[in-house]
């Protein structure tokens, strides 16, 4: 059988303390994802709940002294060992990154072009005269008008949705096999997000890349995703196909954030989660989602629930046999 594209298997993550003396902080609980060749998959949750912070781990760009353990494969190779060189490679032809904030991840004084070059430039992928020409195709690929003038201009002469265009380019232009978006639409304006997302999805597609899409929009990650892993405080609680996920929830969080969006169908008052959301190392013993939940019980409170199959889903939560679809989304 041949192995997944990237395989994430119980991860945990410890970070030293911020001072010294101070004990190792978890911010990751347990995280295990799949993602085949061409499979689209969306990493849902709020704000805290370690979603960044597992790419981090899958780059390899943890902060120093950090502990991981659990398993994190790329087409069956141990990310975690690899050496210097091995990284390099992986960084640079195999795996790439698109940041929600693309100003503060472009260099203001190096021209568009420069930056879209440089890095297969110094990886040997291909020529100063090759690179310019494929960056210029697929900055017209994406949409960006007159690509010849906009490779010679500085960040600062694009506006928002056409540098984040490019930083989708220059994701793309080693060929790599998985694209990693950390929110990539979230320093967008409203009208120029789905045009940016709908160019992303078509390339994506149109080369056969895995990628793993972070973000807090749970209508976004269903619409764009084959398939959905809802994370809260360092854990998944629930994961399954895009569609059954979205439209039939089974874990008390994910119903609650689908019961917290505003509908354009009906006029109705908000719901919302009790508390506030807690970051991993805040979470106790039992599940991470006890302290907001309307069905928890003291064997909640007390004892982590192990994730298993339930109705097509993968859920982490002790009580998913007996509590009825329309429960969950009503109580939530």
Do not use: W
């Amino acid at each position: 059988m041949t192995a997944p594209l990237l395989e994430i298997e119980n991860l945990r993550v410890d970070l030293r303390g911020r001072h010294r003396g101070d004990p190792p902080r978890r911010v990751i609980h347990d995280v295990s994802l799949r993602i085949e060749p061409g499979e689209s998959v969306g990493l849902v949750g709020e704000s805290g709940s370690g979603k960044s912070m597992t790419l981090k781990a899958v780059m390899g760009l943890l902060p120093q002294g950090a502990k991981v353990s659990g398993a994190i494969r790329f087409r069956g190779r141990d990310v975690t060992a690899f050496g210097r060189k091995d990284l390099a490679g992986y960084r640079s032809r195999q795996v790439a990154m698109i940041y929600q904030d693309p100003r503060a991840h472009t260099n203001p004084l190096v021209k568009v072009g420069d930056f879209l070059i440089e890095g297969v430039v110094a990886a040997k992928q291909m020529t100063p005269d090759e690179a310019r020409d494929k960056a210029c195709a697929m900055l017209r690929d994406v949409g960006v008008p007159d690509a010849t003038r906009r490779m010679a201009q500085y960040p600062h002469e694009l506006s928002g949705g056409l540098l984040q265009r490019v930083m989708i380019v220059m994701a793309l232009m080693p060929d790599p096999l998985l694209v990693l978006a950390d929110e990539p639409t979230t320093a967008l304006d409203v009208t120029v997000q789905a045009e940016v997302v709908s160019i992303l999805i078509e390339q994506i597609r149109e080369r056969s890349v895995g990628m793993l899409f972070i973000t807090h929009d749970l209508d976004l990650a269903a619409a764009i995703n084959d398939s959905l892993a809802v994370m809260y405080a360092g854990a998944i609680v629930e994961k399954g196909s895009a569609t059954s996920v979205y439209e039939a929830s089974r874990h008390p969080y994910t119903a609650g954030l689908l019961n917290s969006r505003p509908s354009v169908e009906e006029v109705r008052r908000l719901q919302t989660i009790p508390g506030r959301p807690l970051s991993a190392f805040e979470a106790g013993d039992g599940c991470v989602f006890s302290s907001r939940c309307h069905f928890v019980t003291q064997h909640c409170r007390d004892e982590r629930p192990a994730a298993r199959p339930v109705d097509g889903h993968i859920v982490a939560c002790h009580r998913v046999e007996e509590l009825d679809k329309s429960m969950v989304r009503q109580a939530a």
